[in-house]
């Protein structure tokens, strides 16, 4: 996540950066170092900020399952945890998707998959 990406979505939430600090568990000066471009944001912080824009209430997008959009087959639903915990619109959140085929070992090799999404897109 970018400086840029990190402060869009701050005010998308609404929240200043104490408030922000304090919703992510993390000191003002980290946010600020996020925002400058200081600091690049940690994967439990990128992860957390995309859920929190992901519930927000305005937040219109499709509800439609990842496995329908993706007309995923039977035998790649039954392997997915996104399918195993009917959650369709956080695939993008859960750890060992197989989207392409392959579970990722990484947050940020799953983000690469995820960020040319359409679901991840259409909430995002």
Known sequence: MTSKEFKKFRKKLEKTQRQMAQLLGVSIK?????EQGWRSVPHHVERQIFFLVSR????????MPCWDRKACPAEKKKLCPAWEFQAGDLCWFISGTICDGNVHRTWKEKMKLCR?????KSIF
Do not use: T
């Open 30 to 34: 980290a946010v600020h170092s996020y």
């Open 116 to 120: 040319s999404c359409e679901v991840m």
């Open 56 to 63: 927000l209430k305005g937040n219109i997008h499709d509800k």
